[in-house]
């Protein structure tokens, strides 16, 4: 019980002002990878490296900036800035770009889902030397190992 509580504090205290969201995505021989930074508006940061299934380098930086946004809301955040070195998905988010395939329009639409739950949002392009961190992440989440075919997400 005394963990829920400390948890309750931490929300409490970080839900008012700017969330920043790092987000970063990786798919090579080795598998697909998701990094996330959530920087709290008190400058706590929150790190996550997630191993997923194969998928296309496309398709995991919106899976990285899904995981993000819904680690975020699930905080409290309703404020947030992400920034993003993927240039396709920032200018897809904004409607600069067409998302042309049938799985780049459900990523879209869920990514767009996300954002609307949200008071406030806004989405940069970065380059990858100022992602430093998340990219590191990504590296971790492509690289561990997953057990069985079957295998999910594991975080």
């Known amino acids: ?5 400390k948890e309750a504090v931490l929300v409490s205290k970080t839900t008012s002002g700017v969330w920043i969201l790092f987000t970063d995505g990786v798919s090579n021989v080795k598998g ?8 709290t508006p008190s400058g706590e940061t929150l790190r996550q490296a997630i191993k997923t299934v194969m998928l296309t380098n496309n398709e995991v930086e919106y899976e ?3 995981a993000g946004l819904e680690l975020a809301r699930g905080l409290g955040s309703e404020v947030i800035e992400v920034k993003c070195d993927s240039h396709l998905v920032v200018n897809q988010v904004y409607g600069i770009f067409d998302a042309k395939e049938e799985r780049m329009q459900q990523y879209l639409i869920k ?3 996300l954002l609307a739950r949200l008071r406030e949002w806004s989405i ?8 430093v961190e998340a990219d590191a992440l990504v590296n971790l989440g492509s690289y ?8 999910g997400t594991i975080v």
């Open 1 to 5: 019980m005394p963990l829920a509580a």
């Open 144 to 151: 561990t190992g997953m057990e069985g075919s079957n295998s």
């Open 32 to 39: 697909s990878g998701l990094g996330v930074v959530l920087v």
């Open 124 to 131: 940069i392009h970065i380059l990858r030397e100022e992602n």
């Open 64 to 66: 990285a900036l899904a």
């Open 111 to 113: 990514v767009q889902a």
